[in-house]
């Protein structure tokens, strides 16, 4: 089983290139952005709980994101692993993680980080907030919170499994298909 945690900042290019490692290794998608979109979407209790945070770019508490997290995976049957995008996105998270993974006799293969300076990420995030219609893509104060959120908590997310040996870091800049290149090197050596 491989079970990849994409790693970056917001506007690193997880989303896309989480499309292109499920279109070629076939693995399921576990995105907790994606996930609480779809809970406020459809208007359930834990979207409207997680959108007074997303809304200002802060983080969903640890125990709402590693619950939603937790029925993913006992609800996913059949699959030939996880890509984990946009979690863990604490060392909670990652803790709990590996102890929800050691559980189910499953491990973590390896982290890989996408690695963009921030002022293309600001640029990178305005422009799909044309489209995406996500209010955290959209005003430059809630892009910048996330950005400061990410360095405080989320950076240490990488050093928890650099510690395990298992990280690696990738230049997330340049040609999409050949950032997905070095990604695919990554995975094809776990
Ligand atoms: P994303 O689509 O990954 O950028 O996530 C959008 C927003 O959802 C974040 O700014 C957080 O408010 C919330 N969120 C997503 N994943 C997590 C997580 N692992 N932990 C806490 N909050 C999260």
Same mark, same amino acid.
């Given at each position: ?32 952005? /994606? ?35 937790? /029925? ?20 909670? @998270? ?55 959120? !990410? ?8 050093? !928890? !499994? ?19 290149? @070095?990604?695919?090197?990554?995975? /094809?050596?776990?």
């Amino acid at each position: 089983m491989l079970n990849i945690v994409l790693f970056g900042p917001p506007g690193a290019g997880k989303g896309t290139q989480s499309e292109n490692i499920i279109a070629k290794y076939g693995l399921t998608h576990l995105s907790t952005g /994606d996930l609480f979109r779809k809970h406020l979407g459809e208007g359930t209790s834990l979207g409207k709980l997680a959108k007074g945070y997303m809304d200002q770019g802060h983080l969903v508490p640890d125990e709402v994101v590693i619950k939603m997290v937790e /029925d993913k995976i006992s609800s996913t049957k059949e699959t030939k692993g996880f890509i984990f995008d946009g979690f863990p996105r604490t060392t909670a @998270q990652a803790n709990a993680l590996d102890e929800m993974l050691s559980g189910l006799e499953m491990k973590i293969s390896g982290m890989i980080a996408l690695d963009v300076p921030q002022d293309i990420l600001k640029e990178r995030i305005k422009e799909r907030g044309k489209t995406s219609g996500r209010a955290d893509d959209q005003d430059e104060e809630k892009i910048n919170t996330r950005i400061k959120v !990410y360095l405080a908590e989320t950076l240490p997310v990488a050093e !928890y !499994y650099e510690k395990q040996g298992k990280f690696q870091n990738i230049n997330g800049v340049g040609k999409i298909d050949e950032i997905f290149g @070095q990604i695919s090197k990554v995975i /094809d050596s776990y």
